[in-house]
């Protein structure tokens, strides 16, 4: 596609429950971005690909929180043991490489009951 | 480290009159900052950034931003805001030479008719 895809758009799960986000970014762009967005906050950094590698995973919250890229392209945000805290919009980027401009995608909506 | 600080989570202004977003920042080594725009139900999208060079940097839809680095500022302008102007708007720094941004807190920008 034309830009960064991520579904589901929507998700909602209850408390304790295993969920995963996905980010399809642009054909081609090596890095891939994932950040969380709490309601009123701006975008927070949570870990950045390059290629199938985590170059820097600073960001993730704790243990629950685990991304993937096994083949370089699609990435999946993994969170185990949801909690209520965790809701938040989670949004992926991606990049044609390093330090070049990021391009977002419409961001996952994570709802924890 | 780098932060954001953004005053007024909210800004309105009347439609044709001067739009002023500020910025003020805080680095420990030559930053790049940028501007990004969140129309509803969109995803992030760059608006202008300054990396090196000139100081006063231009974007889409008419918007503007000058870096001054003795004030530690990157305010945003745009001389005449548009009803389609209306959204939230975030100003980031990144270490220079990275795209991986830190975010502000957002400011919404409401246009008046």
């Known amino acids: 596609g034309a830009g960064v895809s991520q579904t589901p758009s929507n998700k909602v799960t209850e408390k304790g429950k295993y969920v995963e986000l996905r980010c399809d970014p642009i054909s081609g762009h090596t890095a891939l971005y994932w950040y969380r967005q709490s309601l009123g906050q701006g975008p927070e950094f949570l870990i950045y690909?390059?290629?199938?590698?985590?170059?820097?995973d600073s960001g993730l919250p704790n243990d629950r929180f685990f991304a993937v890229r096994p083949e370089g392209s699609v990435s999946t945000l993994k969170i185990q043991r949801t909690e209520r805290g965790d809701s938040a919009v989670y949004l992926c980027a991606s990049s044609y490489r390093a330090n070049t401009e990021a391009f977002f995608g419409q961001g996952t909506r994570l709802t924890v009951v | 480290a780098q932060s954001v600080t953004q005053l007024g989570s909210h800004v309105s202004v009347s439609e044709g009159a001067l739009v002023l977003l500020r910025c003020n920042y805080s680095?420990?080594?030559?930053?790049?900052l940028f501007w990004y725009v969140q129309y509803p139900n969109q995803g992030l999208q760059l608006l202008l950034k300054?990396?090196?060079?000139?100081?006063l940097v231009k974007g889409i839809n008419g918007f503007e931003a000058e870096f001054k680095k003795s004030e530690t500022s990157f305010h945003l302008t745009k001389p005449s805001a548009h009803m389609s102007d209306a959204a939230e708007y975030f100003c980031a720094v990144s270490p220079g030479g990275s795209y991986i941004p830190t975010f502000g807190r957002g400011t919404s920008l409401i246009v008046h008719p």
């Open positions: 680095s420990s080594v030559p930053p790049y």
């Open positions: 690909f390059q290629g199938t590698g985590a170059a820097d």
């Open positions: 300054y990396t090196t060079g000139a100081t």
